[in-house]
Each structure stands twice: as structure tokens, then as C-alpha cells.
Nanobody, 127 residues
């Protein structure tokens, strides 16, 4: 069973940056598609970004494109989300997720299709 543990959330002013990390254990990390979702109070969990097994393919929600960067280090079993130019609208709980399929680039934007989830880390952006 894969366990995911996020870190790096916090309080930041608008325009600032944060880097989230997600450490994986219990599985073959290099065969997991990885992603980040976020959920604000009263809203559904929404897709933020995803990355293929080898990091060669990345996908972003339109709302974060050009500001956020997803990356992974398979030697460290860790995926990252670098968030720049943060806005108050980015305030949410951020969740790391993994998917185990036969395809290295199957990275759905719907939460229910992902197999593994972390507990989440809170990001709060003040105006």
C-alpha cells in the first residue's frame, strides 16, 4: 500500500511562493503517475497538476498554468509543487495523489480516478 505525506504548506502573502513536497513510501514510486489536487471550504476537490512516471509529461489546470510547476525525483520518492505568484484564490488544502495503471501518461483530472491520497497540507494566501 502506498503512503503519501505532504509538507511545505503555510501562510504567505499574495505574490509570494511556496514549495510543497510529497514523500511516497510502500510502492514502486517510479511506476506511479503523481498529481496535486486542492480543495477550498465548500468547494469540490479540483485538479491542479500531474506528472508522468519519468517526469517527461506534465499537465496543469488553466488557473495555475505559468505560475505552478510540478516535478519529481524518483531517487527520493518525492514529488514537488512549486507555487509562484500566489493569489488569495489559491487558498485551499492541497492534496498529493498517486495513480497506478499500466500507462505512464494516464493522468486524469477527476479525483475519483486516483488511487492514493495524502492527508493534505493547508496553503493560505493573504491579500
Amino acid at each position: 500500500q502506498v503512503q503519501l505525506v505532504e509538507s511545505g504548506g503555510g501562510l504567505v502573502q499574495a505574490g509570494g511562493s511556496l514549495r510543497l513536497s510529497c514523500a511516497a513510501s510502500g510502492g514502486t514510486f517510479s511506476r506511479l503517475g503523481m498529481g496535486w489536487f486542492r480543495q477550498a471550504p465548500g468547494k469540490e476537490r479540483e485538479f491542479v497538476a500531474a506528472i508522468s512516471w519519468d517526469g517527461g509529461a506534465t499537465y496543469y489546470a488553466d488557473s495555475v498554468k505559468g505560475r505552478f510547476t510540478i516535478s519529481r525525483d524518483n531517487a527520493k520518492n518525492t514529488v514537488y509543487l512549486q507555487m509562484n505568484s500566489l493569489k488569495p484564490g489559491d487558498t485551499a488544502g492541497y492534496y498529493c495523489t498517486g495513480i497506478s495503471t499500466g500507462s505512464p501518461v494516464f493522468l486524469p483530472q477527476t479525483a475519483y480516478e486516483w488511487n492514493y491520497w495524502g492527508q493534505g497540507t493547508q496553503v493560505t494566501v493573504s491579500s
